[in-house]
């Protein structure tokens, strides 16, 4: 059984922070579907259509039948392990620096035999093994042998917390604390075992429900911060920006209406202002500091939350302007994954469908809780995905997106949600 992960001592300041090292990120493109899967917590392989071959590795054509016609489908990753060993040399500079490390081979039920990473409770072989796919730091999704049952501290493995972002026992910026979400997220965060806990509060002089229970609790400290102002960023990274672990953008503006309900572009400013713009100050100011402590010790600089909404996949003309400032928010997000991906900082977008909050009580249920949002945000950072989408209608709507988004486009403009 895993040790759990105990705090680990004050960085010695006389020490020079080790230059990062990414684990080999070579891969054909036909292999990225694994990967786009493992972004959203899913193993899935290629199955063939025509003769229902599971494939590993990936390929072009059918290793039975040499069809063509192979579909990502998800899979259970039940199996038993045939052999182990652990490696106690490499030539590679990621490995090496890690050294030893457990290597396995597994028999799949579905067919395929794959080579994993072991977890640590996972004795030798032979016995039975659940394979998950996971994303390394350089982004890419590699395999892991798991224990068919889970253990109390599986988490804290080492090779899951190098591949992942848990915020136990890291210093974490939630940039607004005044919403429910922000609140429910610092709640979640200490709940998680976070170190140190910044909450962003603009405009200080305003009485916020729930404000000052945040305030009072240990982890938490409030910091003036308002994202629509470039001081306030420049000014919060220049104080904080070396130390923050894990930066998590709750901050967001959100108005109904759509374009000719509404006259004058002021509300649609304000939107851009802050969901937009406001996620590009932040950047600007944060993400060279977290880049800058990527390799920063057991608990280096790990991961950037983005609360977006699955309104920005297509726009939600009760709410126009506002989905096109979160579509705009997405689109800059991607931006800022591929720049901090060279760092090993993961980008985590999460898109909620309605939120039970202020702004949408005239949707019908179901609605996301603050709570359960929150809770999704901190699941994402321990499993280590990026892309994520709680609740029933974030899933529905993803489904049919995917499916057709033009077909959505048009529901929507019905009245269809």
Same mark, same amino acid.
């Given at each position: 059984?895993?040790?759990?992960?105990?705090?680990?001592?004050?960085?010695?300041?006389?020490?020079?922070?080790?230059?990062?090292?990414?684990?080999?990120? #070579?891969?054909?493109?036909?292999?990225?579907?694994?990967?786009?899967?493992?972004?959203?917590?899913?193993?899935?392989?290629?199955?063939?259509?025509?003769?229902?071959?599971?494939?590993?590795?990936?390929?072009?054509?059918?290793?039975?039948?040499?069809?063509?016609?192979?579909?990502?489908?998800?899979?259970?990753?039940?199996?038993?392990?045939?052999?182990?060993?652990?490696?106690?040399?490499?030539?590679?500079?990621?490995?090496?620096?890690?050294?030893?490390?457990?290597?396995?081979?597994?028999?799949?039920?579905?067919?395929?035999?794959?080579?994993?990473?072991?977890?640590?409770?996972?004795?030798?072989?032979?016995?039975?093994?659940?394979?998950?796919?996971?994303?390394?730091?350089?982004?890419?999704?590699?395999?892991?042998?798991?224990?068919?049952?889970?253990?109390?501290?599986?988490?804290?493995?080492?090779?899951?917390?190098?591949?992942?972002?848990?915020?136990?026992?890291?210093?974490?910026?939630?940039?607004?604390?005044?919403?429910?979400?922000?609140?429910?997220?610092?709640?979640?965060?200490?709940?998680?075992?976070?170190?140190?806990?910044?909450?962003?509060?603009?405009?200080? *002089?305003?009485?916020?429900?729930?404000?000052?229970?945040? #305030?009072?609790?240990?982890?938490?400290?409030?910091?003036?911060?308002?994202?629509?102002?470039?001081?306030?960023?420049?000014?919060?990274?220049?104080?904080?920006?070396?130390?923050?672990?894990?930066?998590?953008?709750?901050?967001?503006?959100?108005?109904?209406?759509?374009?000719?309900?509404?006259?004058?572009?002021?509300?649609?400013?304000?939107?851009?202002?802050?969901?937009?713009?406001?996620?590009?100050?932040?950047?600007?100011?944060?993400?060279?500091?977290?880049?800058?402590?990527?390799?920063?010790?057991?608990?280096?600089?790990?991961? *950037?939350?983005?609360?977006?909404?699955?309104?920005?996949?297509?726009?939600?003309?009760?709410?126009?302007?506002?989905?096109?400032?979160?579509?705009?928010?997405?689109?800059?997000?991607?931006?800022?994954?591929?720049?901090?991906?060279?760092?090993?900082?993961?980008?985590?977008?999460?898109?909620?469908?309605?939120?039970?909050?202020? *702004?949408?009580?005239?949707?019908?249920?179901?609605?996301?809780?603050?709570?359960?949002? #929150?809770?999704?945000?901190?699941?994402?950072?321990?499993?280590?995905?990026?892309?994520?989408?709680?609740?029933?209608?974030?899933?529905? *709507?993803?489904?049919?997106?995917?499916?057709?988004?033009?077909?959505?486009?048009?529901?929507?403009?019905?009245?269809?949600?």
């Amino acid at each position: 059984m895993s040790p759990p992960f105990m705090k680990p001592p004050r960085k010695n300041p006389v020490l020079r922070t080790p230059q990062l090292n990414l684990p080999p990120s #070579a891969r054909g493109r036909v292999a990225l579907g694994l990967t786009a899967a493992a972004a959203e917590g899913r193993f899935e392989l290629q199955v063939c259509e025509a003769c229902a071959a599971v494939q590993y590795p990936p390929r072009e054509a059918c290793h039975r039948c040499l069809s063509p016609q192979l579909k990502w489908r998800e899979q259970t990753g039940a199996g038993r392990l045939l052999a182990s060993t652990t490696l106690h040399h490499s030539n590679d500079l990621y490995f090496s620096e890690r050294l030893p490390w457990r290597l396995g081979m597994v028999q799949l039920d579905a067919g395929p035999s794959v080579m994993v990473h072991l977890h640590g409770d996972v004795g030798d072989a032979p016995q039975r093994v659940r394979v998950g796919a996971r994303l390394d730091r350089a982004g890419q999704a590699v395999l892991i042998g798991f224990p068919d049952q889970e253990s109390v501290h599986m988490t804290d493995d080492k090779l899951l917390r190098e591949m992942a972002s848990d915020p136990q026992f890291r210093k974490v910026l939630v940039t607004d604390g005044k919403s429910a979400v922000g609140q429910a997220v610092v709640q979640a965060l200490v709940k998680a075992g976070a170190d140190i806990i910044w909450v962003g509060h603009a405009e200080p *002089w305003k009485k916020v429900v729930g404000l000052d229970a945040i #305030a009072a609790l240990p982890q938490v400290t409030l910091v003036p911060l308002d994202v629509g102002n470039e001081r306030s960023v420049s000014e919060l990274a220049g104080q904080i920006g070396g130390k923050v672990d894990i930066v998590i953008n709750t901050a967001e503006v959100h108005r109904t209406f759509g374009i000719s309900a509404r006259r004058g572009t002021d509300v649609a400013k304000l939107e851009m202002e802050i969901n937009y713009f406001g996620l590009l100050r932040l950047a600007q100011a944060f993400g060279p500091a977290l880049r800058g402590r990527a390799n920063d010790g057991a608990t280096h600089a790990t991961a *950037w939350v983005n609360v977006l909404s699955i309104y920005a996949l297509a726009n939600y003309p009760a709410h126009g302007t506002f989905s096109a400032s979160k579509a705009a928010a997405h689109s800059l997000a991607q931006c800022l994954r591929a720049e901090m991906r060279p760092a090993g900082i993961r980008v985590v977008n999460v898109f909620p469908g309605p939120i039970n909050e202020e *702004w949408n009580q005239q949707m019908p249920q179901p609605k996301l809780t603050p709570a359960a949002l #929150a809770a999704a945000i901190v699941k994402a950072l321990r499993d280590g995905v990026e892309d994520v989408y709680p609740g029933d209608i974030a899933q529905e *709507w993803l489904q049919r997106w995917r499916d057709n988004p033009k077909v959505l486009e048009r529901e929507l403009a019905l009245g269809g949600n």
